[in-house]
């Protein structure tokens, strides 16, 4: 259930026009979905949430696209975030993720969090090697 009403026309406000005018471009594609129309209700918000995602999701950088929405996948499943597990997941195969590479990342993704909760309960040191500004620690 939405926390904020969205807007009947969110598209007469200049600014909101021209953001979901900027994703279509961006994007080749009509269809601006749900988190945008939610964001409307704050056009500044909404232009500098749009501004961050398109730098760094729509615009080459030193990670490829496919890279990208995996990564996002795991994060939106480190946060519990359905909506971006699914928008991202649908995203990640549109740009050739496979069934056995999105298996591969949900493997990844459940190690990951049963070693950060094991090393989060055990309270495991962080080894001086994986510091960049500390010193190795002898082992002994």
């Given at each position: 259930m939405a926390t904020t009403r969205q807007l009947a026309n969110p598209e007469s406000?200049?600014?909101?026009?021209?953001?979901?005018?900027?994703i279509r471009a961006t994007r080749k594609a009509d269809f601006i979905n749900n988190l945008w129309h939610a964001l409307a209700f704050d056009p500044a918000l909404l232009e500098s949430t749009w501004a961050e995602v398109k730098r760094l999701m729509?615009?080459?950088?030193q990670l490829d696209p496919l890279t990208k929405e995996m990564v996002y996948i795991a994060?939106?499943?480190?946060?519990?975030?359905?909506?971006?597990v699914h928008s991202h997941t649908a995203a990640a195969k549109g740009k050739g993720?496979?069934?056995?590479?999105?298996a591969e990342l949900l493997a990844?993704?459940?190690l990951a969090a049963k070693t950060n909760h094991l090393a989060t309960g055990l309270q495991v040191?962080?080894?001086?090697?994986?510091?960049?500004?500390?010193?190795?620690?002898?082992r002994s």
């Open positions: 406000d200049p600014r909101v026009k021209a953001v979901f005018d900027d729509a615009t080459p950088t994060v939106s499943v480190a946060n519990a975030c359905s909506y971006c993720m496979t069934d056995a590479q999105h990844i993704i459940a040191g962080v080894d001086g090697v994986f510091d960049v500004g500390g010193a190795a620690e002898p």
